[in-house]
């Protein structure tokens, strides 16, 4: 099974409408990512959560951690064609700064 | 404020050849990590430089190798390059000992024939 599971894969959202990617890992997690990745570009950092139950907040973008469960969610409020792209969450299961991304959640924004 | 910047942005080559990929951490960083990302997949880490030494290694073959320069900046370097090495290659620079995220560029496309 793979360390680090995203879901769903690809999401088709109206514009103006709520989602929430979610992201599950099999080891421990002493870190959790969230990136924003445009198609063959670099990954731009959105947010970073480290402690169970921290939830943290940037413009429209939420990400909650449960440490309990080792899951990440991050949803997305009245979403705009802005948002599109591909999510990626990345894991730092020992602390050493070596992530471990999933395989990434594609969002697509429809008018 | 300088981001990341990795040289070069494409990259054509044939198998069995070698290639050279180059990255300026953000400033003020002294930590370098190299990640392979083939197309629809996660990136994957290959390994990570910290005062001009590796310091950890993911799971890839000796073929793979790097370095770090006193001035925190590094490459990567690919021998007998397979047509599986063909994919995005990132660069991510940190401040090391703090945890804080790492930031990442453009990536290099590396195709190979």
């Known amino acids: 099974s793979q360390e680090l599971e995203q879901s769903p894969q690809s999401l088709i959202v109206q514009e103006g409408k709520n989602l929430t990617i979610n992201c599950t890992s099999s080891?421990?997690?002493?870190?959790l990512y969230w990136y924003k990745q445009k198609y063959g570009e670099g990954l731009i950092f959105l947010m970073m959560l480290q402690k169970g139950g921290e939830e943290k907040s940037h413009e429209k973008i939420t990400a909650k951690l449960d440490e309990k469960k080792q899951q990440s969610s991050l949803h997305i409020t009245a979403s705009q064609p802005s948002h599109a792209g591909i999510y990626l969450c990345?894991?730092?299961?020992?602390?050493?700064?070596?992530?471990?991304f999933g395989t990434g959640t594609r969002l697509t924004i429809i008018p | 404020d300088a981001g990341v910047t990795q040289s070069p942005t494409h990259l054509i080559k044939t198998r069995g050849q070698q290639v050279t990929l180059r990255c300026s951490p953000k400033s003020g960083h002294d930590t370098v990590s190299w990640y392979q990302q083939a197309l629809g997949q996660g990136p994957q880490f290959i390994f990570q430089?910290?005062?001009?030494?590796?310091?950890q290694r993911g799971n890839f073959p000796d073929r793979f190798s790097g370095h770090q320069f006193p001035n925190y900046s590094s490459e990567l370097n690919v021998n007998a390059l397979l047509l599986g090495d063909s994919a995005l290659y990132l660069c991510?620079?940190?401040?090391?000992?703090?945890?804080?995220?790492?930031?990442f560029g453009d990536g290099t496309r590396l195709s190979i024939l």
């Open positions: 990345g894991a730092d299961n020992f602390g050493n700064e070596k992530l471990t």
């Open positions: 430089y910290y005062e001009e030494e590796e310091r």
């Open positions: 991510a620079s940190s401040l090391g000992g703090r945890v804080q995220p790492q930031h």
């Open positions: 080891k421990t997690l002493y870190g």
